[in-house]
T-cell receptor, first 109, second 114 residues
Framework: GQQLNQSPQSMFIQEGEDVSMNCTSSSIFNTWLWYKQDPGEGPVLLIALYKAGELTSNGRLTAQFGITRKDSFLNISASIPSDVGIYFCAGLNTDKLIFGTGTRLQVFP | DTEVTQTPKHLVMGMTNKKSLKCEQHMGHRAMYWYKQKAKKPPELMFVYSYEKLSINESVPSRFSPECPNSSLLNLHLHALQPEDSALYLC?????????????FGSGTQLSVL
């Protein structure tokens, strides 16, 4: 099925560093969602974006809905060890949620 | 309460067994979903129920049989599965299917088919 491209595929950073990741698509989406998934658990919703250009924060996380509606960005500031996991973007069109390929984040103390 | 509860957490079954996965939500959501996720891959949609009616079946093999007894419950009946069906099965719910807003996921059932 259709997938969104996320980059980078994986990141290895030191605690305290800022993180940026993005998600791109050839299709337009009306809603962008960002999820975090820990091993063996379900994805947990972090941020939801509903309008082109929208910038939304949730604690140390900030996400943006791209103006073209074909991309979205997630930033994590001052990373901590519990930020480790896989981050998925997801685009909502009229009837389906399409997931990105995921960015695996490792944080070293 | 933004919780979607899935049972069991882990399941091991043989290829001739019949088993069921269960999902429950009490958020008043009217859309419920089954996703399948293989290791290191994103979740893939299997089924969507809207107002207790099957709205989307993503060409899933008939050995997977979904059921929505009421607006809070969603089951996935499994029969004659293959080893390649081993995966994390995720249930999700949302306030409505159309228009779609955001999905809340359960913790999943880790299924192993021997």
């Amino acid at each position: 099925g259709q997938q969104l491209n996320q980059s980078p595929q994986s990141m290895f950073i030191q605690e305290g560093e800022d993180v940026s990741m993005n998600c791109t698509s050839s299709s337009i989406f009306n809603t962008w969602l960002w999820y975090k998934q820990d091993p063996g658990e379900g994805p947990v919703l972090l941020i939801a974006l509903y309008k082109a250009g929208e910038l939304t924060s949730n604690g140390r996380l900030t996400a943006q809905f791209g103006i073209t509606r074909k991309d979205s960005f997630l930033n994590i500031s001052a990373s901590i060890p519990s930020d480790v996991g896989i981050y998925f973007c997801a685009g909502l069109n009229t009837d389906k949620l399409i997931f990105g390929t995921g960015t695996r984040l490792q944080v070293f103390p | 309460d933004t919780e979607v509860t899935q049972t069991p957490k882990h399941l091991v079954m043989g290829m001739t067994n019949k088993k069921s996965l269960k999902c429950e939500q009490h958020m008043g959501h009217r859309a419920m979903y089954w996703y399948k996720q293989k290791a290191k891959k994103p979740p893939e949609l299997m089924f969507v129920y809207s107002y207790e009616k099957l709205s989307i079946n993503e060409s899933v093999p008939s050995r997977f049989s979904p059921e929505c007894p009421n607006s809070s419950l969603l089951n996935l009946h499994l029969h004659a599965l293959q080893p390649e069906d081993s995966a994390l099965y995720l249930c999700a719910s949302s306030p409505a299917w159309l228009p779609n807003e955001k999905l809340f996921f359960g913790s999943g059932t880790q299924l192993s088919v021997l």
